[in-house]
């Protein structure tokens, strides 16, 4: 994945020479949604295959004590270019997310009222909780290196970026609580007992050319 080759990309340019353990630490204690989660087979992975391509090059390989051997890399010439273009690249475009919500309510006429409604207040719900828990991770950290104790420094970008992501989940929530109550007073018809009518107008739209040209220009604008 992209991503994770650029974060890998991005910390062996800054902290090299480094070692693969240093890099999963620093990656674990960013708190970034997508971030923390990567793991270290994923970070392992792609540094062997950064390794193969030139972008990076091993320094050398250490042992301390008892543990394993520890390689060490840094970037090159070549990976620098790269890392260059990538992250330019990657902040000038604007791409949809690929949220597997977004896929599987295209069939939400599947279920019954009652249960895309119980569905959307939980989905409601559980965004609500990941936004309370980053709301306490910006309270109890600070961008200010002078005033920070011991792991409570984050850069002022990467508290920005959470706070964006707190903010996205946040309206995602209170569409899904909008949804559900237009669903619950009848606004929203959903369910598969849809009007036979209705559900024959519905298929006949889908199979002309003007639904077409409207699908085409929502994935143009999309990014999909």
């Known amino acids: 994945m992209w991503s994770t080759r650029l974060l890998v990309l ?8 480094v070692h693969g353990y240093l890099v999963r630490r620093e990656l674990d204690s960013w708190r970034l949604p997508g971030v923390s ?6 970070i392992y992975h792609a540094l062997k295959r950064l390794t193969a391509d030139g972008s990076i090059e091993v320094v050398g390989t250490e042992s301390v004590d008892a543990r394993p051997a520890r ?5 090159t010439a070549k990976g620098e270019a790269e890392f260059q273009r990538t992250l330019r690249e990657k902040l000038w475009e604007v791409s949809a997310s ?4 977004h896929t ?42 002078k005033e920070a104790n011991a792991g409570s420094f984050v850069p002022a970008h990467a508290r920005a970026m959470i706070k964006r992501q707190a903010d996205l989940w946040a309206v995602d929530a209170e569409w899904c609580e909008h949804t559900a109550e237009r669903i619950e007073s009848g606004d929203l018809e959903l369910g598969p ?12 739209s889908i199979q002309g050319d003007k639904f077409v040209e409207q699908v085409a220009m929502w994935r143009e604008g999309t990014g999909k």
């Open 10 to 17: 991005g910390l062996v340019r800054w902290l090299g020479p």
């Open 37 to 42: 989660e990567i793991g270290a087979g994923s």
């Open 71 to 75: 390689t060490t890399y840094k970037v």
């Open 98 to 101: 690929e949220d597997p919500f």
């Open 104 to 145: 599987a309510w295209t069939f939400a006429q599947v279920l019954s009222p009652a249960e895309n409604i119980a569905m959307l207040r939980q989905r409601a719900e559980t965004l609500y909780e990941r936004v309370e828990t980053v709301t306490q991770v910006l309270a109890a950290t600070t961008s200010d290196f």
């Open 193 to 204: 007992d849809l009007d036979a009518q209705q559900a024959q107008y519905w298929r006949e």
